[in-house]
């Protein structure tokens, strides 16, 4: 339940945000809620620990609260078999964690950017109006006589974007076409214009490509490490130049494979916490307090560790590292 209420609220958040994206590119609606969807198993992978921890301390606090716990340890219960449904419940999330970290949360990412870069510049974004200029940036417009699907009669394209290369194309006919790169325009029997530098040049033609070129920058097209398949992501570290995609690549293989083990390790702090002190003579009003500090240094010093590693041995070390605290937490447990 509070997993949906977080993630209902989260992806509430996303579509706010990409608002300006539904009213600039004109994107009807049923699109851009499929669109903000598809970032549900990402917004999971990244509020899952926080979910368990917080389910955990709820419930057990309230145990406590209602004496629950004491009467389970004075019938001979150990703090571990007390701990051990919350143990069993972050063993379960963390498991389902990983199977989103490592195939879900890349496939549903790949599949985000994709639909967004054709909702912005594919053919589905490109609504050209008959008899009428339509204006498609900043210096760039189209005008249309008839417009049949992608097949266009009576044309003109009016390019100003770069001051030394103005150009007019004239055609009778176009057909629009999508490529990796954008939309473009190939036109048949027309007329050119061009004017620059080097002056005004003029001419006529029966076929011309005439790419829109209407990608704003090349974000969308840069490396995205959430949307490669955790198979490639680890064959890519060794071959790659970039420092930059170098260092993304190895913060996500940590985050894919190390983050999901927080779930546990999270939930043994919080119930060694509070069924420590609450175990003592006078009860320890402060442990739900004293577990939200210990969570947040934890997660904190794990984010800042995790974000440092240069190399796939800082990646194994943090793993161990994190085993390390693991079994060090479940030792505490175990102690009497």
């Known amino acids: 339940m509070l997993l949906l209420i977080l993630v209902g609220v989260a992806w509430m958040m996303q579509i706010m945000t990409m608002m300006k994206f539904l009213l600039t590119y004109g994107v009807d609606f049923s699109s851009f809620v499929y669109l903000t ?16 921890f917080i389910t955990i301390i709820f419930i057990y606090n309230k145990m406590i609260s209602e004496n629950e716990i004491t009467v389970m340890a004075a019938s001979g219960l150990s703090p ?19 199977i989103l970290n490592i195939w879900i949360v890349p496939s549903s990412q790949a599949l985000f950017y994709s639909t967004q870069w054709n909702l912005r510049y594919g053919l589905a974004h490109l609504k050209l109006q008959e008899g009428a200029f339509t204006k498609l940036a900043n210096g760039l417009v189209v005008y249309v006589d008839n417009v049949s699907g992608n097949d266009l009669n009576q044309l003109m394209i009016s390019d100003t974007r770069k001051e030394n290369n103005q150009i007019m194309v004239f055609a009778e006919r176009g ?4 490529t990796i790169h954008g939309l ?4 048949n029997n027309g ?7 080097k002056g005004f040049t003029t001419g006529t033609f029966d076929s011309l490509d005439m790419d829109l070129n209407l990608v704003e920058n090349d974000a969308d097209m840069s490396f995205r490490v959430r949307r490669i398949p955790s198979g490639e992501l680890l064959k890519s570290v ?11 690549t190895l913060v996500e293989i940590c985050t894919r494979l190390i983050n999901p083990f927080m779930n546990l390790i999270l939930a043994i702090v919080c119930t060694l916490i509070l069924l420590k002190t609450s175990l003592l003579r006078r009860r320890a009003s402060f442990a739900p307090a004293l577990a939200v500090l210990a969570m947040a240094l934890i997660m904190s010093s794990y984010m800042s560790v995790s974000n440092m590693v240069d190399s796939l041995t800082d990646v194994g070390l943090v793993a161990i590292g994190v085993l390390i605290v693991l079994f060090g937490l479940i030792g505490l447990l175990l102690k009497k």
Do not use: C, E, Y
């Open 37 to 52: 969807s598809l970032m549900i198993p990402f917004i999971i992978s990244i509020i899952m620990p926080f979910v368990t």
């Open 184 to 187: 473009s325009i190939v036109t």
């Open 191 to 197: 007329s050119l214009q061009m004017s620059g530098k």
């Open 175 to 178: 057909k629009l076409v999508s």
């Open 238 to 248: 060794s071959s790659q130049d970039n420092t930059r995609q170098h260092k993304l």
């Open 80 to 98: 571990w078999q007390i701990a051990k449904p919350a143990i069993k419940f972050a063993a379960i999330l963390t498991i389902l964690h990983l």
